[in-house]
């Protein structure tokens, strides 16, 4: 599976950026979707996740009722709407994935199997 992140950019705070993470033209109806992030000198974050199978979706506190992730009907793309946005977000942002099987830890990194390259996010004060 490849995955190809876009979306990324620069804006001023409180504005909005959606992120786009596209797979090698396949479905991914029975894989978790994963978006993390990395600032420089700090190691990598978990931002959000949704299950393509059960539609479930999770966020980190530091986004919860700002990020929105969601993907298309075809479930070959997963997007990341973030609003609201503040100078702490920017970061590199990798989107991911893993194929439901084994209970996974969906927070973790080392959960994905899959990375697809960084979309650079930068928010200006």
């Known amino acids: 599976v490849q995955l190809q992140a876009s979306g990324g950019g620069l804006v001023q705070a409180g504005g909005s950026l959606r992120l786009s993470c596209a797979a090698s033209g396949r479905s991914l109806s029975r894989y978790v979707m994963g978006w993390f992030r990395q600032a420089p000198g700090k190691s990598r974050e978990f931002v959000s996740a949704i299950s393509l199978t059960a539609g479930s979706t999770y966020y980190a506190d530091s986004v919860k009722g700002r990020f929105t992730i969601s993907s298309n009907s075809d479930k070959n793309t997963s997007f990341l709407q973030m609003n609201s946005v503040k100078p702490e977000d920017t970061a590199v942002y990798y989107c991911?994935?893993?194929?439901?099987?084994?209970?996974?830890?969906?927070?973790?990194?080392?959960?994905?199997?899959?990375w697809g390259q960084g979309t650079q996010v930068t928010v200006s004060s």
């Open positions: 991911a994935g893993y194929e439901i099987g084994v209970p996974k830890r969906i927070r973790a990194p080392e959960s994905y199997n899959y």
